[in-house]
């Protein structure tokens, strides 16, 4: 049915004949009648009620930025997904129209009553008109211009059900990435699969038991967008050693490769994928077609772990990439970023931070105009910094020694500049007080000083290493995890690698569903966005104890669930006595 038309109704309006357009609106028209032909006041009450819940997704299409202002209301993304609304009002409202027409009663209208029959079988064949397209094929043939998708059936590689059910025999095996990721796949092998809008759904990284697939729509939000965003990049996914590091923090254990599909030039192609990890000691192939090819991550980390300390990031999650090149731990994860911690917890947490990365360097607004402006940034902590510059051009080692710092009003001469690459340099360590500070950078050479932009400045604090143990748990189901500790009177904290939720509680000893809705859990302040998207707990119990982590809105589904069952049992144990009781009273 067209009602008032939608961004996706392409298909039918380019498969109907031109002659044929006018039956289109037969439907609505029939459903409508409704209202000037039922007599009966009880059926008028019902004919009313479903008049107004057709007219539901108009009130909505006009009134969208009324709703907005709703709670809950973005979940109505496009205001087309309310035609089901429609349609079930408007199939009920023919089908009491045909109903009254066809039937012996007398409706209001005399003139009409004569040819009420007959103007109902002329509905029914102008309704039927509207089927042609379906029963054509048109509907189903090539489509007529680049929006307009179109039923099409695709044959997938046998090894894609091979892998698939390789996974579904494996048990706590982490999680998976199928590449290309997007949610599309472009077939070299059909080319009806080729092109934009051309893509066919990933249905095996989408809907397989243990899904696998980054995908975006244009209102991308949460707590892992900005994470999975960065995992998609092209500069991560060619940046290989940003791109091996992320996949480990997002506990990714298996990279399964399609050859058979491509992606846009911007990125590198399957078979260059397949190079990559296959020179990188850290990836095992375990499987290999013409088609797809698999991997093991041999450096992954394990959806839960015990790390002694955190690195504290005074930046934003797009940063982490450049993390990876200037962090000395050979566990490069427990990163909490500032702009992810309320006050309070930033100074708990730089209390036992092993690193401070200070990143989110400004110019300062008054002289922004001044290319040797100095550099404002806020350190967390007083003591001594390392001090990393990416320049925006190469240099060589003897620009970098011409180089020479102001330090809130000091002028520092340094000798020990330690080119890392060739952007990236380590000028050596700084004692820096704690608050704002004022950078300058100066040369001989104005191209080198000029070349120090905002945000290009890492500080970072070290302080003692780290250390990641691996935790005996049990994964009774995606909500709900049993974990063994044994702590030797130190505190630690314990990293979740699954979305980052205030929902997600930890207890101490074993807690089910329904105790879960009044035991105390640890202290939310306690609770911290680690990585740029999973759960960490600050745990400071020493000994050895069983542990308890679980989404306590499961417990609400379960009551729910509860109270609709006993509804539903309820209801039907009413219809049987009421069936009973008129059953005896005919008999009497």
């Known amino acids: 049915i067209r009602l008032w038309g939608s961004l996706f109704n392409y298909q039918y309006e380019s498969s109907v004949l031109p002659i044929l357009i006018f039956a289109t609106v037969v439907p609505a028209f029939v459903a409508f009648l409704a209202l000037f032909i039922v007599r009966d006041k009880l059926k008028k009450r019902l004919v009313l009620a479903f008049v107004l819940i057709g007219l539901i997704p108009a009130i909505i299409f006009y009134g969208r930025n009324i709703f907005a202002y709703i709670p809950y209301a973005n979940v109505i993304r496009d205001s087309s997904r309310f035609l089901t609304l429609s349609s079930f009002a408007y199939a009920v409202l023919i089908g009491i129209t045909l109903d009254t027409l066809l039937s012996k009663n007398k409706i209001s209208i005399n003139a009409v009553s004569k040819y009420r029959q007959l103007i109902g079988y002329i509905f029914i064949f102008l309704i039927a008109l509207n089927w042609v397209p379906f029963v054509s094929g048109a509907l189903y043939g090539k489509q007529k211009n680049v929006y307009d998708f179109r039923l099409r059936m695709?044959?997938?590689?046998?090894?894609?059900?091979?892998?698939?059910?390789?996974?579904?025999?494996?048990?706590?095996?982490?999680?998976?990435?199928?590449?290309?990721?997007?949610?599309?796949?472009?077939?070299?092998?059909?080319?009806?699969?080729?092109?934009?809008?051309?893509?066919?759904?990933?249905?095996?990284?989408?809907?397989?038991?243990?899904?696998?697939?980054?995908?975006?729509?244009?209102?991308?939000?949460g707590r892992a967008y900005r994470f999975a965003k960065l995992l998609q990049s092209s500069e991560n996914i060619n940046n290989t050693s940003s791109f091996y590091d992320l996949l480990s923090l997002a506990n990714i254990k298996y990279i399964v490769i399609r050859r058979s599909t491509y992606l846009l030039k911007k990125h590198p192609s399957m078979d260059?994928?397949?190079?990559?990890?296959?020179?990188?000691?850290?990836?095992?192939?375990?499987?290999?077609?013409?088609?797809?090819?698999?991997?093991?991550?041999?450096?992954?980390?394990?959806?839960?772990?015990?790390?002694?300390?955190?690195?504290?990031?005074?930046?934003?999650?797009?940063?982490?990439?450049?993390?990876?090149?200037?962090?000395?731990?050979?566990?490069?994860?427990?990163?909490?970023?500032?702009?992810?911690?309320?006050?309070?917890?930033?100074?708990?947490?730089?209390?036992?931070?092993?690193?401070?990365?200070?990143?989110?360097?400004?110019?300062?607004?008054?002289?922004?105009?001044?290319?040797?402006?100095p550099l404002i940034f806020r350190t967390p902590l007083?003591?001594?910094?390392?001090?990393?510059?990416?320049?925006?051009?190469?240099?060589?080692?003897?620009?970098?020694?011409?180089?020479?710092?102001?330090?809130?009003?000091?002028?520092?001469?340094?000798?020990?500049?330690?080119?890392?690459?060739?952007?990236?340099?380590?000028?050596?360590?700084?004692?820096?007080?704690?608050?704002?500070?004022?950078?300058?950078?100066?040369?001989?050479?104005?191209?080198?000083?000029?070349?120090?932009?905002?945000?290009?400045v890492v500080l970072i604090k070290r302080a003692k290493n780290n250390f990641l143990t691996k935790v005996t748990f049990d994964k009774h189901n995606s909500m709900f995890y049993k974990i063994k500790i044994s702590n030797r009177n130190k505190s630690f904290f314990l990293i979740f690698s699954e979305t980052f939720d205030s929902s997600w509680k930890a207890y101490y000893g074993r807690v089910n569903w329904l105790q879960?809705?009044?035991?105390?859990?640890?202290?939310?302040?306690?609770?911290?966005?680690?990585?740029?998207?999973?759960?960490?707990?600050?745990?400071?119990?020493?000994?050895?104890?069983?542990?308890?982590l679980y989404y306590k809105p499961q417990s609400y589904f379960y009551i729910g669930l509860i109270i609709s069952v006993l509804t539903f049992l309820g209801c039907f144990g009413y219809l049987i006595w009421d069936w009973r009781k008129h059953r005896r009273i005919e008999k009497v």
């Not at 306690?526 to 999973?534: L, P």
């Open 382 to 456: 007083a003591g001594k910094y390392q001090l990393f510059v990416q320049f925006n051009k190469k240099l060589s080692l003897k620009e970098i020694k011409d180089l020479y710092l102001i330090i809130n009003g000091t002028k520092i001469q340094k000798t020990n500049y330690i080119k890392k690459n060739n952007y990236l340099v380590n000028l050596g360590n700084l004692e820096l007080k704690k608050g704002l500070n004022k950078l300058i950078f100066n040369s001989d050479n104005n191209q080198v000083s000029n070349s120090v932009g905002a945000g290009s």
């Open 516 to 548: 879960a809705l009044w035991h105390k859990p640890i202290p939310e302040k306690y609770h911290f966005q680690v990585n740029g998207y999973a759960n960490s707990w600050y745990i400071d119990k020493p000994g050895k104890y069983e542990m308890t």
């Open 272 to 373: 260059d994928y397949i190079h990559k990890f296959a020179s990188n000691n850290n990836f095992k192939l375990i499987y290999k077609k013409r088609y797809i090819v698999v991997f093991e991550n041999l450096k992954y980390l394990p959806i839960i772990y015990k790390l002694s300390s955190p690195t504290f990031v005074s930046g934003r999650v797009e940063n982490m990439s450049k993390l990876f090149d200037l962090t000395n731990s050979q566990s490069k994860t427990g990163y909490l970023f500032s702009d992810n911690l309320s006050g309070q917890q930033q100074r708990f947490i730089l209390s036992k931070s092993r690193e401070i990365f200070a990143m989110n360097l400004i110019k300062s607004s008054k002289e922004k105009n001044n290319p040797n402006a």
């Open 154 to 221: 695709a044959k997938f590689p046998s090894g894609n059900y091979e892998v698939e059910k390789y996974f579904i025999n494996k048990k706590g095996i982490g999680k998976i990435l199928y590449l290309p990721m997007g949610g599309h796949l472009n077939l070299l092998y059909d080319k009806r699969f080729n092109g934009s809008f051309n893509a066919i759904y990933d249905s095996f990284a989408e809907y397989s038991k243990i899904p696998g697939n980054i995908f975006f729509t244009d209102k991308g939000i």
